[in-house]
């Protein structure tokens, strides 16, 4: 079972850039899908961005974080990024990572491990 760690979350100013890392447990890190999502609060759990297996050569963003914010992994660290740029309030949420077996996916239903999440806040 995938343990994974979220941490970087913050409170900053609009504008500011933030890096979130998640670090896993397994060495089989690198055979998982990656993805962020995040939570406002009294909304849904929304995606962010995922990453495929390995190489994490494809990626996908949702709509309202394309061009500020860019998934990345480390697998020989075991260590999945979320570089967010240009943030804005709307981002304010706490983000969790998540792993899945199946191909990457903004539907959280075909992830398998989730972490606790961190708290961003973006104050205007």
């Known amino acids: 079972q995938v343990q994974l760690l979220e941490t970087g979350g913050t409170l900053v100013q609009a504008g500011a850039s933030l890096r979130l890392s998640c670090a896993a447990s397994?060495?089989?890190?690198?055979?998982?899908?990656m993805a962020w999502f995040r939570q406002g609060t009294g909304k849904e759990r929304e995606f962010v961005a995922a990453t495929s297996k390995w190489s994490g050569v494809s990626t996908f963003y949702a709509s309202s974080v394309k061009g500020r914010f860019t998934i990345s992994r480390d697998n020989a660290n075991m260590t999945l990024y979320l570089q967010m740029n240009n943030l804005k309030p709307e981002d304010t949420g706490v983000y969790f990572c998540?792993?899945?077996?199946?191909?990457?996916?903004?539907?959280?239903?075909?992830?398998?491990?989730w972490g606790q999440g961190t708290q961003v806040t973006v104050s205007s």
């Open positions: 397994e060495r089989t890190f690198g055979t998982y899908s």
């Open positions: 998540a792993a899945g077996r199946a191909e990457l996916s903004a539907n959280p239903s075909r992830y398998d491990y």
